[in-house]
């Protein structure tokens, strides 16, 4: 599993300092969400918060996790020698991370097979990170189809043209065998690329499915309808930038 072959790659982290203040914070919202003090694990929230309530529940989460962009920053400040590693030094980021809740059978938060490059308004030069707070596995977890499922990119790509596929039903029917499911624990976090085909099924297993997601990009790499200032923020600026826009303002401006 390579970033750059299969589309996907698992990064470890060498502790447990950033999902445990991410969990931290999510049990201190439950706390106040559910009026009870203690809460037994993320995997076990199917026994304090009902299935019908859930999306309820998940946007009391998220405005926690989002207030002032804290997990935003949090989850950059714990990642940035990756991703400096992979992006350089003039990143961007998600404000707002996003949220992924799935309880055991819920049929509620199905996310069909999909590419965001195809089904959005997203810049190919986007990147996904994907935390999970608990471990995930089979349909506890997300699933993708590599891109070395095909034999180059250009034919992934294509695959919805060059098979005459004209609905998702189809597309599902045709790879479904190839997908595989992200198995990952935490402190480890995985990146991918959005142009990845990914979905989630019902979660068969006994326990909640948790994760947080956010983009992430070169700062000066194209945009498309999710825009800086806007969608994204700076998240890291390199010395020699913060000079040459200094020179910029002071010599050019005047
Ligand atoms: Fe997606």
Same mark, same amino acid.
């Given at each position: 599993? &390579?970033?750059?072959?299969?589309?996907?790659?698992?990064?470890?982290?060498?502790?447990?300092?950033?999902?445990?203040?991410?969990?931290?914070?999510?049990?201190?919202?439950?706390?106040?969400?559910?009026?009870?003090?203690?809460? &037994?694990?993320?995997?076990?929230?199917?026994?304090?918060?009902?299935?019908?309530?859930?999306?309820?529940? !998940?946007?009391?989460?998220?405005?926690?996790?989002?207030?002032?962009?804290?997990?935003?920053?949090?989850?950059?400040?714990?990642?940035?020698?990756?991703?400096?590693?992979?992006?350089?030094?003039?990143?961007?980021?998600?404000? /707002?991370?996003?949220?992924?809740?799935?309880?055991?059978?819920? %049929?509620?938060?199905?996310?069909?097979?999909?590419?965001?490059?195809?089904?959005?308004?997203?810049?190919?030069?986007?990147?996904?990170?994907?935390?999970?707070?608990? =471990?995930?596995?089979?349909?506890?977890?997300?699933?993708?189809?590599?891109?070395?499922?095909?034999?180059?990119?250009?034919?992934?790509?294509?695959?919805?043209?060059?098979? /005459?596929? &004209? &609905?998702?039903?189809?597309?599902?029917? =045709?790879?479904?065998?190839?997908?595989?499911?992200?198995?990952?624990?935490?402190?480890?976090?995985?990146?991918?690329?959005? %142009?990845?085909?990914?979905?989630?099924?019902?979660?068969?297993?006994?326990?909640? !499915?948790? %994760?947080? /997601?956010? !983009?992430?990009?070169?700062?000066?790499?194209?945009?498309?309808?999710?825009?800086?200032?806007?969608?994204?923020?700076?998240?890291?600026?390199?010395?020699?930038?913060?000079?040459?826009?200094?020179?910029?303002?002071?010599?050019?401006? %005047?």
């Amino acid at each position: 599993m &390579s970033l750059y072959t299969s589309g996907i790659q698992k990064y470890s982290l060498p502790n447990d300092s950033l999902t445990n203040q991410l969990i931290d914070s999510i049990i201190k919202a439950t706390s106040e969400y559910t009026d009870k003090s203690f809460i &037994s694990g993320l995997d076990h929230i199917h026994d304090f918060v009902d299935d019908n309530e859930l999306n309820e529940y !998940r946007l009391s989460i998220i405005q926690k996790l989002n207030y002032n962009q804290f997990a935003s920053k949090l989850i950059f400040s714990h990642c940035k020698e990756i991703l400096t590693s992979i992006l350089g030094p003039d990143i961007a980021i998600q404000k /707002n991370v996003g949220l992924s809740i799935q309880m055991p059978n819920d %049929s509620s938060s199905l996310l069909p097979i999909h590419s965001d490059v195809f089904s959005s308004d997203c810049s190919p030069y986007e990147l996904v990170i994907w935390i999970p707070l608990v =471990k995930c596995y089979k349909t506890k977890s997300m699933f993708y189809l590599p891109f070395d499922h095909c034999s180059s990119l250009h034919e992934y790509l294509h695959l919805l043209s060059s098979n /005459n596929i &004209s &609905s998702i039903d189809e597309f599902q029917s =045709k790879f479904q065998n190839n997908y595989k499911f992200l198995e990952i624990t935490p402190p480890s976090f995985a990146l991918f690329y959005h %142009s990845i085909w990914h979905g989630n099924v019902i979660n068969c297993e006994p326990e909640t !499915r948790w %994760s947080i /997601n956010l !983009r992430v990009k070169g700062l000066f790499t194209p945009y498309k309808g999710k825009q800086i200032g806007d969608y994204f923020t700076i998240a890291q600026i390199s010395d020699a930038t913060k000079l040459s826009s200094l020179i910029d303002e002071i010599y050019y401006d %005047s």
